[in-house]
């Protein structure tokens, strides 16, 4: 599988090799070695579009067909025919759902925890934390990546001060709310 992130922004030389890879399923270089890509899953990722996406949302996450010519046009605009004409499907991927974004707390909070497991520290959030981490921090435009930087910010900087100021023992579960105005930790 090979993937490639926000292709849009790629240098025009990648699709010119993309189109080879896609049209022949191999590429030679100058001096006639060959890679093969038969067996080979190739995802190319973009945000063109991404605004006429989150408008067009109803109320059961689905995308409106409005919506999806907006984007159909955007990429026509964006991409040459040929490479488009190559492609075998155009998938449009909905915004996260609040399970989803609970779930990725939940995932970021386990990575906590494995990064404490050496200093014998395990951390359990609340509901009410876990619901101001994402209120605070999620925003449909940017995806998860702020939930991370705000835990970093938030949580993990609080915890190191309180690890090195000795308000932490080893061997702890630390409890983290949230009391209306500021996280809180408790061990």
Known sequence: V????????AHPDVFNVLLQVLDDGRITDSQGRTVDFK??????????????ILEGINANGEINEE???TVSELLKRSFRPEFLNRLDEIVFYK????ENINGIVDLLIADLNKRLKDKQLTVEITNAAKEH???????PTYGARPLKRFIQSKIETLLAREIIGGEIEPDSVIHIDYNGSNLTIKS
Request: proline share 3%; glycine share 6%; aromatic share 6%.
């Open 133 to 139: 981490i994402i209120d605070s921090a999620y925003d």
């Open 95 to 98: 915004p996260l759902t609040k």
């Open 39 to 52: 067996n080979t899953v190739i995802i190319l990722t973009s945000n063109l579009g991404s605004g006429a």
């Open 67 to 69: 919506a999806r010519q």
């Open 2 to 9: 090979i993937l490639f992130d926000e292709v849009e922004k």
